[in-house]
Nanobody
Framework: QVQLVESGGGLVQPGGSLRLSCAAS????????MGWYRQAPGKQRELVAG???????NYADSVKGRFTISLDNAKNTVYLQMNSLKPEDTAVYYC?????????????WGQGTQVTVSS
């Protein structure tokens, strides 16, 4: 099992910035992908950004150019730097980790952190 501890959410004005952190512990040796999803009220959970342990990143179109995902392998921590935040970015953000053991994938989720963008 992998334990995930998220931090960094909060209330910010439109145009502002936040940085989310997610630290992984436990059975981390087989992690090959970490990312952030978000879920707004009444909407499905969606991928925001993800990064492989070799630092190949992917982003949702809605956040490209504004959000940056990064990985500190030494600290087993993934970060999401969010700039130029918009009200539509308001959601609960969940850290996600994927492990691969041979051909089997295991998913782990954080508890979620609220991000609210409002004036």
């Amino acid at each position: 099992q992998v334990q995930l501890v998220e931090s960094g959410g909060g209330l910010v004005q439109p145009g502002g910035s936040l940085r989310l952190s997610c630290a992984a512990s436990g059975n981390i040796d087989s992690i090959n992908y970490m990312g952030w999803y978000r879920q707004a009220p009444g909407k499905q959970r969606e991928l925001v950004a993800g990064i492989t342990t070799s630092s190949s990143a992917n982003y949702a179109d809605s956040v490209k150019g504004r959000f940056t995902i990064s990985l500190d392998n030494a600290k087993n921590t993934v970060y999401l730097q969010m700039n130029s935040l918009k009200p539509e970015d308001t959601a609960v953000y969940y850290c996600y980790v994927r492990r691969q053991i041979r051909t089997v994938y295991f998913n782990s989720w954080g508890q979620g952190t609220q991000v609210t963008v409002s004036s």
